[in-house]
Structures are given as structure tokens and as C-alpha cells.
């Protein structure tokens, strides 16, 4: 009787255990698309995460995945993110890219001269963060003083450079590391430097977001910082274009001479000196060109069209660049 016993109790043991092998380790294949995808948002718990899984048909216990998880302490880290599977998955590997913290990881790059609004869009179509929200918190006064942020908006603060994010971080994340990486960018030399301008962070990234947005190759961003520099001592009016098109919430048509008329302080063709604040969202070249800029006199610019520049010292030079370039667009048809 004894015997017979320690047989069924023996039997039961192996097909339990094959059972819970099979749950574990079998395999399902993913046949609906290439990719089942697990997005795993912040403060989610692995009931959550088991329902979405039970949900693409990815589990065959629910269950026996939501105990694991606990057994594993996979419920007290669970890294948000995005996680893809292919071909065939079994519950081992999605508890194993779990408990390994495997969410993607993106690397994004942020150009530079990009203004506030474009980088929204692009976290949103790269990292899955609605660009709605990157935006509000990037105007977010609160928010930005908690970052050390001396300004209404982060335009000007979120250094443009390659990045890697996690699929799905949540916009603050991102934010801060941008403007952290603006902080770094600030070497105690660079800092020296600004104390022998007279100027302060705000003012050299306001500078560089001038020089970005003006130059079209980047051999030229000095020189244009020359001639920026050259109007300030001289109290002209800088009359940059790009600050126009900033007040104007943006065009991408030629500015018109009643357009250098709006009234706005940004506005450089109205008011003296640098604007309220950045244009855009300058690299670290423009922050170096804004604070060394070229020995010239020069005081004027005219673009060629190509991404180049004519400089004149004086008004009469500025004026027949200028007769040249138009002659040289009605040549051309533009």
C-alpha cells in the first residue's frame, strides 16, 4: 500500500513538474507580427504587466507568471520601458529580460539650433514620450527653478548632442538630463570667461542661440559672433533675422520690411542689446563662438544663399553685398 502510494505521490511529482516546465520554458510563437511588444509604463505593477502579456496570448498561466515574478522580485524592480520579443518567446525569457532590466534602449540625437517644439516631436516618434507633455514641462517655471533654470522656458537649456533613453522615458527624465548636460558644458574656464564678458549663463547661451541660428557652416560662427559682438560695444541694434522669425512664432517664408517692425522685445531690429532669451537650442561650438569671438572689425553680414556669409566693416561695403546678392538670386531665379 505504502509502495503503491510513493508511486502515484511520485507520479504526481514529475507531471507537476513537467507541467510547470511546460508553462516555464515552452515556447509560443508570435504569429500576428514580427514583434509582440511589452510596454512597461512607470509605476505599473506585474499583475499589469501579466494582464498585457495574457492579453497578446504571450502566457500560458497567468498566474504561475505573476507568482514568479514575486519569487523573483521582479514586482520590486521593474524597469520601465519598452520590450520587444520575436519569433518564439517562452515565460522564462520575458521573466529573464525583466528581471535583467532589458527594456530598449534608443539613441536619439538632438540637432543643433533645434528649437523646443521640434524636439518634442522627436522624442515623441523616437522614445514614444508625448511631445504635449515634453512641452509643458518645458515651460513649466516650477519645474525648471527645481532644475536650476533662471528662465520662463527650457529654450536654449537642452543641450543638443546624442543621447541614450530608455523606449517610453518619461519627459522630466529627459529634460534633466538635457540641462544637466548644459551644466557640465560650463568648465570653470568657461565660467572665468563669462565673468570677463560681464555676462552670465543666460546671456552666453541667448549669444550662441543668435550665432547657431545665423550660421550656415560652422567655420563661420566666430566671425558672426565678431560682428554680434562688435554692434553690443557699439550699441547697434543687432538686427538679426532669426529673432524676427522668433517673434513671429515662426515662418518659412523671406522676411518682409513691415515684419522687422512687430513689437516685441525679441524683436533686434526694435530694441538695442541681446534678446530676452534663446532663439533655439545651441551646441557647445556656438556656446565657444559666442565666448571667443574672431578679432574684426567687421559690423555686417549678408547671407549668399549657400550658407555662406559676405562681411563688411562699414555700411557702404554692407550696402553693395548686399546690391550682389540680390543680383546674383535674380540670376539664379530665386
Not at 133 to 155: N, V
Not at 186 to 194: K, V
Not at 266 to 295: Q, R, S
Request: contains cysteine.
Amino acid at each position: 500500500m505504502i509502495k503503491r502510494l510513493l508511486l502515484i505521490f511520485a507520479a504526481a511529482v514529475v507531471l507537476l513538474a513537467g507541467t510547470a516546465a511546460y508553462l516555464v520554458f515552452g515556447t509560443i510563437e508570435i504569429r500576428d507580427q514580427a514583434t509582440a511588444t511589452l510596454i512597461i509604463r512607470k509605476g505599473a505593477n506585474t499583475a499589469q504587466v501579466a494582464d498585457d502579456l495574457d492579453q497578446q496570448g504571450l502566457l500560458r498561466s497567468r498566474q504561475v507568471f505573476v507568482w514568479l515574478a514575486r519569487a523573483w522580485a521582479i514586482d520590486r524592480r521593474l524597469q520601465p520601458g519598452r520590450y520587444d520579443f520575436t519569433g518564439r518567446v517562452a515565460m522564462y525569457d520575458i521573466l529573464k529580460s525583466l528581471h535583467d532590466q532589458n527594456a530598449l534602449i534608443v539613441r536619439i540625437v538632438f540637432p543643433e539650433g533645434w528649437k523646443i517644439g521640434r524636439f518634442g516631436r522627436l522624442v515623441e516618434s523616437e522614445l514614444g514620450t508625448p511631445a504635449e507633455e515634453f512641452l509643458a514641462l518645458c515651460r513649466d517655471s516650477s519645474f525648471l527653478a527645481r532644475q536650476g533654470i533662471p528662465a520662463a522656458t527650457a529654450e536654449g537649456y537642452l543641450l543638443p548632442a546624442a543621447y541614450r533613453f530608455y523606449w517610453g522615458i518619461e519627459p522630466e527624465e529627459i529634460i534633466a538630463e538635457l540641462i544637466a548636460s548644459t551644466q557640465k558644458m560650463f568648465t570653470d574656464s568657461l565660467i572665468a570667461r563669462m565673468e570677463e564678458l560681464g555676462w552670465d549663463e543666460h546671456e552666453t547661451l541667448t549669444m550662441a542661440s543668435l550665432i547657431e541660428a545665423e550660421a550656415g557652416v560652422a567655420v563661420e560662427r566666430p566671425r558672426i559672433s565678431a560682428v554680434f559682438h562688435n554692434r553690443l560695444r557699439q550699441r547697434i541694434k543687432l538686427q538679426c533675422d532669426p529673432t524676427v522669425i522668433y517673434a513671429m512664432g515662426g515662418t518659412n517664408r523671406r522676411l518682409l520690411y513691415r515684419d522687422l517692425t512687430i513689437d516685441s522685445p525679441y524683436n533686434t531690429y526694435k530694441y538695442p542689446g541681446l534678446p530676452p532669451g534663446p532663439i533655439n537650442n545651441p551646441g557647445k561650438p556656438a556656446v565657444l563662438a559666442a565666448l571667443y569671438p574672431n578679432e574684426s572689425e567687421e559690423m555686417y553680414f549678408v547671407a549668399r544663399g549657400d550658407g555662406t556669409h559676405i562681411f563688411s566693416k562699414t555700411l557702404e561695403e554692407h550696402n553693395r553685398a548686399r546690391r550682389l546678392v540680390r543680383q546674383l538670386r535674380r540670376g539664379s531665379g530665386g
